[in-house]
């Protein structure tokens, strides 16, 4: 995990495995660049769209992806589109699957902070349940796979429910304005573009092959 502080109060969370996956795949796109220069030429560079994608995908999918908590709201930096969710709006944190913030109107889920797999609960342990936020616990103080402070959703969860309780207790945040507040959803669309012409080129190269 990697969480620091940004522009003052605002913490970012990113997945610390989603960086070696950003690298993994630039040092693929970059190998097999050089490896095409090497063995056929640079005129053979013009083919090399497809490892561009990759590198592309590296960034848009591993190293781009965020969750930004901010004195505003939470704002979820997915792939294909920005999700800016104001503390008025937020109604409930949830992590079964990957970390969600469920608003009045809609559920928005976080592509930087998924939930872990069978085997995230099984190796909790007890520190993991303790010191979180109050609103994590269930019955019981049940705590959810998700929640727990060694996964991804959990520690982004964790810092979203901190600064929204210290909102909540401090009076700073009023209650019932949920249903009039909405989330602000903006489309990637110059990332989507050079997706689409990254798979045009990708297309067109290795079928001329």
Same mark, same amino acid.
């Given at each position: 995990? =990697?969480?620091?502080?940004?522009?003052?109060?605002?913490?970012?969370? *990113?997945?610390?495995?989603?960086?070696?996956?950003?690298? @993994?795949?630039?040092? %693929?796109?970059?190998?097999?660049?050089?490896?095409?220069?090497?063995?056929?030429?640079?005129?053979?560079?013009?083919?090399?769209?497809? @490892?561009?994608?990759?590198? /592309?995908?590296?960034?848009?999918? /591993?190293?781009?992806?965020?969750? &930004? &908590?901010?004195?505003?709201? %939470?704002? @979820?930096?997915?792939?294909?589109?920005?999700?800016?969710?104001?503390?008025?709006?937020?109604?409930?944190?949830?992590?079964? /699957?990957?970390?969600?913030?469920?608003?009045? *109107?809609?559920?928005?889920?976080?592509?930087?902070?998924?939930?872990?797999?069978?085997?995230?609960?099984?190796?909790?342990?007890?520190?993991?349940?303790?010191?979180?936020?109050?609103?994590?616990?269930?019955?019981?103080? =049940? %705590?959810?796979?998700?929640?727990?402070?060694?996964?991804? =959703?959990?520690?982004?969860?964790?810092?979203?429910?901190?600064?929204?309780?210290?909102? &909540?207790?401090?009076?700073?945040?009023?209650?019932?304005?949920?249903?009039?507040?909405?989330?602000?959803?903006?489309?990637?669309?110059?990332?989507?573009? &050079?997706?689409?012409?990254?798979?045009?080129?990708?297309?067109?190269?290795?079928?001329?092959?």
């Amino acid at each position: 995990m =990697s969480s620091a502080p940004h522009a003052g109060t605002d913490e970012i969370f *990113k997945a610390r495995t989603n960086k070696w996956f950003a690298w @993994l795949s630039w040092a %693929v796109a970059a190998f097999g660049i050089v490896v095409t220069a090497v063995s056929a030429g640079p005129g053979a560079l013009t083919g090399v769209a497809p @490892l561009v994608l990759v590198a /592309f995908l590296g960034w848009q999918l /591993f190293w781009m992806p965020a969750v &930004v &908590v901010h004195d505003g709201g %939470v704002s @979820l930096e997915n792939p294909f589109r920005s999700v800016a969710v104001p503390w008025a709006a937020l109604v409930h944190v949830d992590t079964r /699957f990957a970390l969600t913030l469920v608003t009045a *109107k809609k559920s928005y889920t976080s592509w930087a902070a998924p939930a872990p797999g069978i085997w995230g609960g099984r190796n909790a342990r007890p520190e993991d349940l303790q010191g979180l936020p109050a609103t994590t616990y269930g019955p019981g103080r =049940s %705590v959810r796979p998700g929640d727990l402070k060694s996964t991804d =959703s959990g520690q982004a969860a964790r810092l979203v429910r901190e600064r929204w309780d210290e909102l &909540v207790e401090s009076g700073r945040l009023s209650a019932g304005d949920a249903a009039s507040t909405r989330a602000t959803v903006t489309y990637r669309w110059t990332a989507i573009i &050079v997706d689409i012409l990254l798979l045009a080129a990708s297309y067109w190269a290795v079928a001329v092959q």
